[in-house]
């Protein structure tokens, strides 16, 4: 008590303190810096133009354009007056009837079952059929939910228990998306680091999996493996022997798979191709398609349609013991529902315009040309940045971002320290109070110890992303020049 | 391992234990039963013609139409191309146009700042101001979030710490709303139950939460009282002096105050009216008006609006920590955003359309009928089951829900007893099976020891509750001669 003020209930020290251990990079200081960057007065002496967010996978953010039919779907369902408009294709119009007949009341306004309205449930069992060249997918193992985030984190949270030496250990890649740190943070589980091979394009190697596994174990009871393929933020994508290698690991070493496969129709390199989990795990057969428990996640947020504020995803879950799902429908069922409208978009995404069907060729062309836009903007963020002596960029195969690894003169190490910043914190606040771009530390993410990086989006309009590599590139020039 | 089949990773044994003992009614047995009951094969015995639920405050479930302006500007949010369409109003063409400026690339499919995108912010906070009668709200107070639900969850999260006996301990209202008691499980909190008082139209008394606390003080530390006002499961509305009293208790406890007030465009009786906790708390001046940390909560789900499927909420807070408050956002950061869909729903609802716009008049219409339909079916609700001896139904002067008491005669407890089920459970499931209306016994929200009760929702349609409570009405009569 001070000054007749007493302490508050709620402070730093008496809060939740798995919570205070979060650590969050992808909107944490670098973005509340470009924010504020933005709304400062910086009279006569700011030194560029604009802040050019390369920060985040948010492709509409950037000024991608929503893919045509799913908005007309969407419009359609949410004002069904616009179902007798003679300006909306007869497809959107049916396609909009269908899903409003599986909504409770037949409007939107209600909330679904928990695990989502049991139509979409079946498209996207259907569609995971189709793409695993006919592979049985069954709708009571699909799951919707609120982006494929709150399913990540539903999935996790079944899995943690145990205390001490027994405590759930779940294996991550290094580099890794946060939202695995920060969620096993929330939920006091160990994080086990395994390290992604960058001199291999971001190889995921066994024998690196066993080496962080066999150390765990003194610990803690590792039973869950991590999986981002295509990669975040490392954008490679995992070829067929290397995920028959990962399923046959997790089998012996007795582990649950989870998949994080949002990037799935994500992949640009040639020769590179996406093999789901699911596909690759039923074809390998006896033991590993009967036991081997898997969950893989998908959402609306990336692919070619980037509709992150719907926020829609689905997981498939294979070979769950049926108790656990009914806990996790239970589990889902406290949250109510999954927003409706990110439930329809993934019923578009799995259930697209047919041939034949009067919306079927601008979807595809508008989804060829979002995609094809991608695979050039991926080719030319290697390309660019390769240029550059001391950063060394691997090829951007698949997803969203390139991971950059920068070499940093001893002095700018040092001024770091001084700081108290992470050295490639330090790099990123420079380049963005100088040049106005915004891209994520490495150390967000994690990387090898005495490595820098910083992740970038490919996501800019081709014009912007060249200016921004090039002038990133003269940036660091510039940067190691001055502290070498 | 058993025919060469080991164990599964994930188990009941294995899972998450906290997770395993969430308990959630609402969407319990009782709706799996409903769902059965509809798909089975009733041959020519089935003794209904359909279902009618009664168990969850799904208003357009129940066929309530939604409001015309809301849709509108949803419409020419998702598919711009409207703007131009002569057949929407002026005023929600420049509403829309407004909400897209805000959103980053002009789209509502990029994610929004984690809080929520800040011009709604802006005006969730003006709204506040004005149902106040003035009292200052600062938008960075306010959190909009994913329904009421994840605001609830994630202010509990942050509050829930300590071990043991300093293990922190929430105070929940009994009959609860049961997503109280299912996050305390999840959270591994103590819940600590008062009773509210029956015999006084389920009114809170102080000298019960004082009872409830001073019990609870022997083995955890109680540091949160959640009120839900207007009240679910039991449709009571505060007065004004029992909410000052409550806040001089919560202030004298150092408690952190949760104020679930999702239904305060819900009152219905006379003499009844809505007076939101920060009002009053503000009001009463030094020291609780700068000293009491409290939350509140509302929704875009209940009211007038009832837009469940969307998924909109947002809490204010007071008093908070600022440390905390940003530990809050990061928090939310984790999880990208709210839906932006959800989080539109909600910038209608604190900003409709004003007088001499265009759409005033229709949606001043709109909601007025909805709540005046409402406060029509409370009224009947409450008479017809009254009238019905063994029934007692206190009014319902707010909210969406009938709590009523029900006699149950000694042999039916005894046939429940066998049966394994609550006695309340197998009323509630006869009820099902011979009439095939849907309520939820009041085991599901507690409920004193002894005493039995149902929750029933008061949406559908007049003509349908008329049937539905006069069948109920039946129905408690013959089961009560059957046992007797
Ligand atoms: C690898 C990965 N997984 C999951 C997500 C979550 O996306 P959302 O919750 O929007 O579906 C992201 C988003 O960037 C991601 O990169
Ligand atoms: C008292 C109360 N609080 C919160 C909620 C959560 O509603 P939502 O998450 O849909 O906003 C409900 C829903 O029924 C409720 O009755």
Redesign the interface.
């Known amino acids: 008590v001070m000054n007749?003020?007493?302490d508050?209930?709620?402070?730093?020290d008496?809060?939740?303190?798995s919570?205070?251990n979060?650590e969050?990079a992808?909107?944490?200081p670098i973005l509340l810096r470009a924010m504020e960057a933005e709304g400062r007065h910086w009279g006569v002496k700011k030194p560029f133009t604009e802040i050019i967010r390369a920060n985040?996978g948010?492709?509409?953010?950037?000024?991608?354009k929503?893919i045509t039919f799913m908005?007309?779907v969407?419009?359609l369902c949410?004002?069904p007056?616009?179902l007798s408009?003679p300006?909306f294709p007869e497809d959107a119009k049916k396609r909009a009837m269908r899903i409003l007949q599986s909504?409770?009341?037949h409007?939107?306004?209600?909330?679904?079952a928990?695990a989502g309205i049991q139509m979409i449930r079946e498209d996207v069992a259907r569609y995971i059929e189709h793409r695993d060249g006919g592979i049985a997918s069954d709708p009571d193992n699909i799951f919707l939910s609120?982006?494929a985030?709150?399913a990540i984190?539903a999935v996790l949270?079944?899995?943690?228990?145990g205390k001490g030496k027994t405590r759930t250990g779940v294996m991550i890649p290094i580099p890794q998306y946060?939202?695995y740190s920060?969620?096993l943070a929330?939920f006091d589980a160990v994080q086990i680091n395994y390290y992604l091979n960058e001199e291999h394009y971001w190889g995921l190697d066994v024998a690196e999996l066993q080496r962080a596994l066999e150390q765990a174990k003194a610990h803690c009871q590792p039973?869950?493996l991590c999986v981002i393929n295509p990669g975040n933020p490392t954008g490679q994508v995992l070829s067929r022997e290397n995920i028959e290698a990962v399923i046959r690991f997790a089998y012996e070493e007795?582990?649950?798979l989870m998949a994080d496969e949002v990037y799935q129709d994500n992949v640009y390199a040639e020769g590179s191709q996406f093999h789901s989990f699911k596909k690759v795990l039923m074809e390998m057969g006896s033991?590993y398609a009967?036991?081997l428990?898997l969950a893989s996640f998908h959402s609306c947020?990336k692919g070619y349609?980037?509709?992150?504020?719907?926020?829609g995803g689905y997981t498939e879950v294979v070979?769950?013991?049926p108790?656990?799902k009914q806990?996790m429908l239970?589990?889902q069922?406290?949250?109510?529902?999954?927003?409706?409208?990110?439930q329809i978009l993934i019923d578009i995404v799995t259930n697209p315009p047919q041939p034949g069907e009067p919306s079927y060729q601008q979807f595809q062309q508008e989804k060829k040309a979002v995609l094809s836009g991608l695979a050039e903007k991926a080719q030319l963020t290697e390309k660019i940045l390769n240029k550059q002596p001391g950063i060394h960029c691997n090829p951007v195969q698949g997803a969203m971002y390139s991971f950059p690894c920068i070499q940093l003169p001893p002095k700018a190490l040092q001024r770091a320290e001084e700081l108290g910043q992470p050295a490639d914190m330090f790099f990123c606040i420079q380049l963005l109070e100088e040049t106005g771009i915004c891209v994520v530390p490495g150390s967000g993410f994690g990387q090898k110890d005495g490595t820098y990086h910083f992740r970038m989006t490919i996501l800019p309009p081709l014009e912007k992303l060249k200016i921004l590599l090039e002038k990133l590139s003269q940036f660091y020039a510039k940067f190691t020049q001055e502290y070498s």
């Not at 349609?305 to 926020?311: D, H, I, S, T, V």
């Open positions: 007749g003020i007493r508050k209930v709620l402070t730093l008496t809060m939740n303190q919570v205070k979060i969050y992808v909107r944490g985040i948010d492709a509409q953010a950037m000024g991608q929503p908005r007309q969407l419009a949410q004002y007056d616009l408009s300006s909504c409770e009341g409007s939107t306004g209600s909330y679904s928990s609120t982006g985030s709150s984190m949270n079944l899995l943690v228990s946060p939202l920060a969620t929330e039973r869950v007795h582990l649950f033991p009967q036991q428990e947020s349609m980037g509709e992150c504020g719907f926020r070979n769950m013991d108790a656990v806990q239970k589990f069922s406290v949250r109510l529902c999954p927003p409706v409208l990110g």
